[in-house]
């Protein structure tokens, strides 16, 4: 069952307008696409087969792959040093600040986010059809570091996102930690360190070699306990986070959502974060239909002729379910900050995971 492709909104959300003249996309220059050496799977780091099924691929995270050309890492590192005042920065000085929905202000990082190109190398490396995923707001994620490092925090999360890729835009070499490291072991694994105060066994922390800008990984970050290590002498460090999704509703969405309370007094000093607010919700609303398409779809081909009323009403049903889901979470609550940390917790169960 596939659902058909997405439309990428035609505007930007209010609030959110295009770079003037920014570099033009152009896969033949902008991209090297050089295939990863090694991939480590879900199993590898100790999850069973009962946790594999629901994701689209058995993939965990790969080794170095190269997606940008120099040529690509120049653009790109010139369009994300424009877009940092629009960054949210956190109230806590030891948190990078973050540009979510970068693909409604910059047209070459909404073109490299949606590059067929790439997305069909990432497919070909995890074994399964991917898309660039129908929520914007997760395509084109910028990571800026704050200028002066602080107290280090350990940082460990994942992700509530699919399959992501992770891209280095600055020159890791030159930099005195601030590396990508992931946990050699499950979520619940880490969970049960962080429970008893315990750090996480170094031999167990990855640290794979990025050998400079325009590397990345890609991973199944909601699987992958990970962080970006602090750093420990002030340098130059952005990272690009992109998420791809596959186009067959069978498995499970694997987008997350929640809306943080953005009264929350911790946020009202940054006038962004109101602003990323709206995005969230119509972009989140936008996945949900996208993938709902899909089921409606196969219910058209496949409903059979029958006076089953009650069988009829089930596949109607699961047809709309993450729809119905969906309008239950528009209409419901918004988030309080310390719940939203809570449910990037790595304690996070799966099957909470699975309500939203
Ligand atoms: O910048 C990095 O190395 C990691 C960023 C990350 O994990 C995230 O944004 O979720
Ligand atoms: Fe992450």
Redesign the pocket.
Same mark, same amino acid.
């Given at each position: 069952m596939l659902t058909e492709p997405h439309f990428f909104p035609g505007e930007a959300p209010p609030g959110y307008s295009y770079l003037e003249d920014e570099p033009e996309f152009d896969p033949r220059t902008d991209l090297q696409l050089e295939p990863p050496q090694e991939l480590t799977n879900l199993r590898d780091l100790g999850y069973d087969t009962g946790f594999e099924i629901d994701f689209p691929s058995p993939l965990a995270v790969t080794s170095a792959l190269r997606v940008l050309s120099d040529t690509g890492v120049e653009k790109t590192r010139k369009v994300i040093k424009r877009l940092l005042p629009h960054a949210v920065h956190s109230p806590d000085p030891r948190v990078a600040p973050?540009l979510h929905g970068a693909v409604y202000r910059s047209r070459f990082l909404r073109d490299l986010s949606l590059s067929p190109e790439v997305a069909a190398f990432f497919s070909e490396i995890a074994g399964t059809d991917l898309v660039p995923t129908a929520l914007p707001f997760n395509l084109a994620?910028i990571?800026y570091v704050h200028p002066q490092p602080e107290q280090a925090i350990e940082g460990w999360?994942h $992700?509530d996102t699919g399959l992501s890729m992770?891209l280095v835009v600055h020159d890791p070499s030159h930099l005195d930690g601030g590396r990508?490291q992931y946990f050699h072991g499950t979520r619940q694994e880490a969970a049960g360190y962080a429970r008893n105060r315990l750090c996480l066994p170094a031999d167990r922390v990855v640290s794979p070699v990025l050998p400079g800008p325009g590397y990345a990984v890609l991973m199944q #970050?909601s699987a992958l306990v990970?962080? $970006?290590e602090p750093l420990w002498t002030p340098g130059e460090r952005y990272?690009l #986070?992109s998420c791809y999704d596959s186009p067959d509703p069978e498995h499970t969405a694997p987008n997350r959502t929640y809306f943080p309370d953005e009264t929350d007094t911790d946020h009202l000093f940054d006038p962004e974060t109101q602003v990323e607010r709206l995005c969230r919700y119509v972009d989140f609303a936008r996945h949900k239909a996208w993938r709902a398409r899909g089921r409606l779809d196969a219910f058209l081909r496949e409903v059979p002729w029958t006076d089953d009323r009650e069988l009829i009403v089930r596949q109607l049903t699961e047809a709309v379910r993450e729809v119905v889901e969906a309008v239950n979470l528009l209409r419901g609550d918004e988030t309080g900050t310390a719940q939203v940390t809570q449910l990037r917790a790595p304690e996070e169960s799966r099957g909470k995971r699975r309500m939203a």
């Open positions: 973050v994620q990571n999360h $992700d992770l990508f #970050g990970h962080r $970006d990272t #986070g």
